[in-house]
């Protein structure tokens, strides 16, 4: 998904590019590259936000096109005017919470400098429109809503449920592949927080947050379970851990899972002590692994309290 979103934004780009050129060139326009330039920096990955972007980017190059062509008729074009006017241009977007417009406006600025003529500032308000309007029009051709970050969480959570598969076949599983899914995650959700508006974003990203750490519990456990070896006390984690495959989701597993946690480690607790060294290394281990294993419960068990499954709510209705 992520790569169609960029193909997408190579392509829109390449044409917006190509568009505001040609419209510039053919008016036999001076700034004919700018207006490109322009039209790029206008174009995003969806069209959320994007008209709020434009007006923003065009009410600052007015502000900066306004004040530079004051500054230069009144002070001429010389390299202290423009340092001066730079630092009023940078003031007054600042002061108006207008910063974001800063690159395209000092683009247009520089426009003005390299014609150093009377009209220069009409040419590049000219330049400026000729950009933003093809990538405005560019920007309706996208995806309205992304389904990036959600389909990332469905990949995610089913790794972490196929690492518990590892255990019933006793095998070592590659953390690469699930850092992999995770980092993807991840750069999905920076996606949807820079270009679309999503729905009940702080629970993605505490979603995202909650797994995150338990795969770190995860690896712990793991790595904790290697040490056991041969011990008798492996086969009964594994037993319980397997159980968990099933239960990987956005619903609340954790609650059932905790409860049949606290019996198994009740049973435990109930066998006898340790008689050789290697017994209590293992039975060491064993309540480590435990306690992991609760961490991790617990870990989903603190999301859902704030964010309750539809379960959940149904039950305090």
């Given at each position: 998904m992520e790569k169609r979103l960029r193909v997408a934004l190579y392509l829109k780009m390449l044409v917006g590019f190509m568009i505001s050129f040609i419209i510039a060139y053919l008016l036999k326009m001076p700034t004919s590259y700018t207006a490109g330039v322009i039209a790029v920096l206008n174009l995003w990955y969806s069209r959320d936000n994007v008209v709020k972007t434009a007006l923003i980017r065009v009410l600052s190059s007015l502000i900066g096109l306004a004040t530079s062509a004051l500054l230069f008729f009144l002070l001429g074009y010389n390299i202290f005017t423009l340092f001066f006017m730079v630092f009023i241009v940078l003031a007054l977007l600042y002061v108006f919470k207008l910063e974001y417009g800063a690159t395209p406006t000092l683009v247009l600025i520089g426009q003005q400098w390299a014609q150093q003529t009377s009209e220069a500032p009409l040419n590049a308000f000219v330049t400026l429109l000729i950009g933003v309007i093809p990538a405005l029009l560019l920007n309706l051709i996208t995806f309205r809503k992304s389904k990036i970050l959600l389909i990332n969480q469905q990949k995610l959570d089913t790794e972490i449920a196929n690492i518990f598969t590892y255990f019933e076949k006793d095998e070592i599983y590659d953390f690469s592949v699930i850092d992999k899914i995770l980092k993807d995650t991840r750069e999905s959700l920076q996606i949807a927080l820079d270009n679309y508006e999503v729905k009940n974003i702080m629970q993605n990203f505490h979603y995202i947050n909650m797994r995150t750490e338990q795969i770190n519990?995860?690896?712990?456990?793991?790595?904790?379970?290697?040490?056991?070896?041969?011990?008798?006390?492996?086969?009964?984690?594994?037993?319980?851990?397997?159980?968990?495959?099933?239960?990987?989701?956005?619903?609340?597993?954790?609650?059932?899972?905790?409860?049949?946690?606290?019996?198994?480690?009740?049973?435990?607790?109930?066998?006898?002590?340790?008689?050789?060294?290697?017994?209590?290394?293992?039975?060491?281990?064993?309540?480590?692994?435990?306690?992991?294993?609760?961490?991790?419960?617990?870990?989903?068990?603190?999301?859902?309290?704030?964010?309750?499954?539809?379960?959940?709510l149904e039950i305090t209705k």
């Open positions: 519990v995860l690896k712990r456990i793991v790595n904790d379970l290697n040490m056991l070896e041969a011990s008798p006390y492996k086969k009964e984690i594994t037993n319980f851990l397997i159980k968990f495959k099933d239960r990987i989701g956005l619903e609340d597993y954790a609650s059932d899972l905790l409860v049949k946690h606290d019996k198994l480690v009740a049973y435990y607790r109930a066998l006898e002590l340790p008689k050789t060294r290697d017994e209590f290394e293992h039975r060491a281990i064993l309540f480590a692994i435990l306690e992991e294993i609760k961490i991790f419960l617990i870990l989903k068990l603190d999301y859902h309290k704030i964010y309750p499954c539809q379960k959940q």
